[in-house]
Nanobody, 122 residues
Framework: QVQLVESGGGLVQAGGSLRLSCAAS?????MGWFRQAPGKEREFVAG????????NYADSVKGRFTISRDNAKSTVYLQMNSLKPEDTAVYYC??????????????????WGQGTQVTVSS
């Protein structure tokens, strides 16, 4: 059983930065960050392999967001820079045990955190 707890969300002005953290209990493998804005579907933001050697990002966040992990601390991070109002959403971390590359579909992830709110004001 895997339990995930996100933290680090908040209110920030456009152009600002936030770092989200996801603390995991239990064994994890590939990890991902997703977000969901009101009235929209949950969308992939970034993903990382267990070793950290493979990452992928949604086009909308490439060059602005960075995913990383510290396996000694069982924690995954999402550094978000140059934030835009359209980044406003609830951000979720998730764990996947699927074989192959880092998945981008929510259905490929079996464990989810409770989410943390990120609000970017213009």
């Amino acid at each position: 059983q895997v339990q995930l707890v996100e933290s680090g969300g908040g209110l920030v002005q456009a152009g600002g930065s936030l770092r989200l953290s996801c603390a995991a209990s239990g064994r994890t493998s590939k990890m991902g960050w997703f977000r969901q804005a009101p009235g929209k579907e949950r969308e992939f933001v970034a993903g990382i392999s267990w070793s950290g050697g493979l990452t992928n990002y949604a086009d909308s966040v490439k060059g602005r967001f960075t995913i990383s992990r510290d396996n000694a601390k069982s924690t995954v991070y999402l550094q978000m820079n140059s934030l835009k109002p359209e980044d406003t959403a609830v951000y979720y971390c998730a764990a996947s045990f699927r074989f192959g590359g880092v998945p981008t579909a929510p259905s490929e992830y079996g464990y989810w955190g409770q989410g943390t709110q990120v609000t970017v004001s213009s």
